[in-house]
């Protein structure tokens, strides 16, 4: 089978996100499942210059935008990358979709539609390229009218649309729906009109032959009103060719046992050299190094999303409690300042650094005891099957993702704690279960182990991708 998959970040290259983990790591699990893949992605500012033996393998012009795609490896993999280079919209400063000021640029809806227009012209065999395209697996509103775009040309592939997140939508004006020079009948509430706006995810909802997330649990959820982000009633309608399929981890990069990030290397058998992390952390937070109190850790986007506003409202009892907190991210600029202010007026308890740096990131959840992921809603999540890995025990939400990977430790051989309503108060009664439990030290090490024990490895996923690939192509094609 021959996948093109189209994405908007890949890591190592570009990340934002889960997406660029998923892009970056699933392809390279599908070379051993008999899938030729090519990843392709936007050619944003200095990208080049991380790859070498980029050659140029098609040039096309669309919309008066010129384009070269060139070919080139994904950095430490055998997986073909395609660069989608069209200089005039993504050789800017900035992110993938915000300029350096944290403000979304203006033409993303143009950005975006042409980089699918131009892959729609690769996978439908319109430019120099021979590879035939069996599936088009799109992911995410990046990507979202790539299948509408199929569905309008003869003799293309079948496609495939992946929603890692429904609450990033792409929603843009009726001006840039018409500025897309798209049929002008697809302007209708059942196609890609979306409360008198053009919705990118919409359109991959609608058009796609088949759509997955990424975990069985959110496939279910966004069906619902709470979770559907006013797409349910669509994927109600679309159930029965929706289905769900965990995200997987590289269980390489994130190996207590290999890890260079860390202070002391360690592993199921050694788990006594867990402890020198937590000293290394606390010295690098700015806390007081203590090996008994309890080390609750968090990696995050602080945004609601997260539930980072409903530890805010806990802090105040929380830092009444025997323990720390260290927290690392960036996100919401309101949550940012209302944690700085706390950790200002507590240093002994609290610190918070607003950065992402991978380094830190890899020892504050070798460092931690627990790990807090208290979201209001997880498509599946990474850091808690991370924070497993490396025996920090997770104390989640019973949503999504979190759901489908962590087990109660009220049941047998369970990893962590659940959050069961989406309070304040509810998150203070998990910790200080969490810190009855740590008190026992025997009882948290069997925790621990239980969490070391899981296979969250890309493996079994690529195989259910794989499943998934050939039962799109056995299945009669959609109007």
Not at 322 to 333: C, E, V, W, Y
Request: include cysteine; charge should be negative; charged fraction near 20%.
């Amino acid at each position: 089978m021959n996948i093109l998959f189209a994405t908007s970040e890949a890591h190592p290259l570009i990340k934002t996100g889960g997406l660029a983990d998923v892009s970056g790591h699933l392809p390279r699990a599908l070379l051993s499942n008999e899938v030729s893949i090519r990843v392709a992605i936007p050619a944003y500012r200095g990208l080049h210059s991380k790859l070498s033996s980029a050659k140029t393998i098609a040039q096309l012009n669309i919309d008066g935008k010129a384009i070269n795609v060139l070919e080139a490896f994904l950095p430490g993999t055998r997986v073909k990358l395609w660069l989608i280079d069209i200089p005039v919209l993504f050789d800017r400063p900035g992110g993938p979709y915000q300029n350096e000021h944290g403000q979304d640029w203006h033409d993303n809806a143009e950005r975006f539609g042409i980089f699918n227009k131009a892959l729609t012209a690769i996978a439908c065999g319109q430019t120099e390229i021979s590879w035939p395209v069996d599936i088009v697996h799109c992911n995410d509103w990046q990507t979202g009218l790539l299948p509408v775009l199929l569905k309008l040309t003869p003799k293309a592939p079948r496609s495939l649309f992946t929603v890692h997140n429904l609450a990033y939508q792409g929603l843009f004006s009726y001006e840039t729906f018409l500025a897309l020079g798209l049929p002008g009948d697809l302007w209708r509430y059942d196609a890609l009109e979306y409360y008198n706006q053009l919705s990118f995810m919409k359109a991959g909802l609608t058009f796609a032959d088949r759509i997955n997330t990424v975990s069985p649990q959110y496939a279910e959820e966004i069906k619902t009103p709470e979770f559907g982000c006013g797409l349910d009633s669509l994927l109600r309608h679309r159930s029965g060719v929706l289905s769900g399929i965990l995200n997987g981890i590289d269980d390489k990069e994130w190996n207590p046992g290999q890890d260079t990030n860390l202070e002391s290397k360690f592993n199921k058998q050694s788990l006594s050299k867990k402890l020198p992390n937590k000293l290394a952390l606390q010295k690098l937070f700015g806390l007081p190094q203590r090996e008994d109190v309890f080390f609750l850790v968090m990696v995050s986007r602080l945004t609601g999303q997260k539930g980072v506003d409903l530890i805010v409202k806990a802090l105040p009892h929380l830092l009444e409690m025997p323990l720390q907190i260290a927290l690392l991210g960036t996100g919401d600029r309101d949550i940012e300042a209302q944690l700085l202010e706390i950790a200002g007026n507590r240093p002994d308890k609290l610190s918070v650094k607003i950065a992402y740096n991978e380094s830190w990131a890899h020892l504050l959840i070798a460092g931690g005891d627990a790990f807090l992921m208290p979201s209001r809603f997880e498509p599946c999540g990474l850091t808690q099957m991370y924070s497993m890995r490396y025996g920090t025990i997770p104390i989640v939400r019973n949503v999504g993702g979190l759901a489908d990977t962590v087990t109660n430790i009220e049941e047998t051989e369970g990893t962590g704690l659940i959050i069961h309503e989406n309070t304040a108060d509810e998150l203070l009664n998990t910790i200080r279960k969490a810190l009855t439990l740590y008190a026992d030290r025997q009882t948290w090490k069997t925790i621990q182990l239980n969490c070391m024990r899981q296979d969250f490895s890309w493996k079994k996923s690529a195989a259910e991708y794989a499943k998934l690939y050939s039962a799109i192509l056995d299945s009669p094609q959609t109007d």
